[in-house]
């Protein structure tokens, strides 16, 4: 295992979760991370990035002001704090490194965590 998701869990609406993400054997800090989600019957979305400094984080629009990547380098993790969660919200959240320009897609990411449910009642 390269990346090993966790922080996952069943929260009501409203509430918040912190996602974490540690390289296991991989050493994060030369790449881009990323944060995608998988709902039932969905395709892999994009959830969010940060770059190799931990900055100029990016967000897709249905989550911006309510989640917050950042990472850190020493710790070898990256981070995704949500709030305000919605029902929406809930899937399988997955951690990716990207060394691709298209970062904001899927195949932009070689490496990829097994992921976290993120399941949020109404």
């Known amino acids: 295992v390269q990346l090993q998701a966790s922080g996952g869990g069943l929260v009501q609406a409203g509430g918040s979760l912190g996602l974490s993400c540690a390289g296991s054997?991989?050493?994060?800090?030369?790449?881009?991370m990323g944060w995608f989600r998988q709902a039932p019957g969905q395709e892999r979305e994009f959830v969010a990035a940060i770059n190799r400094s931990g900055g100029a984080p990016c967000y897709t629009d249905s989550v911006k002001g309510r989640f917050t990547i950042s990472r850190d380098n020493a710790k070898n993790t990256v981070y995704l704090q949500i709030n305000t969660l919605k029902p929406e919200d809930t899937a399988v959240y997955y951690c990716?490194?990207?060394?691709?320009?298209?970062?904001?897609?899927?195949?932009?990411?070689?490496?990829w965590g097994q992921g976290t449910q993120v399941t949020v009642s109404s």
């Open positions: 990716a490194a990207s060394q691709n320009v298209n970062w904001r897609m899927a195949v932009g990411y070689t490496k």
């Open positions: 054997g991989l050493t994060l800090r030369p790449y881009r």
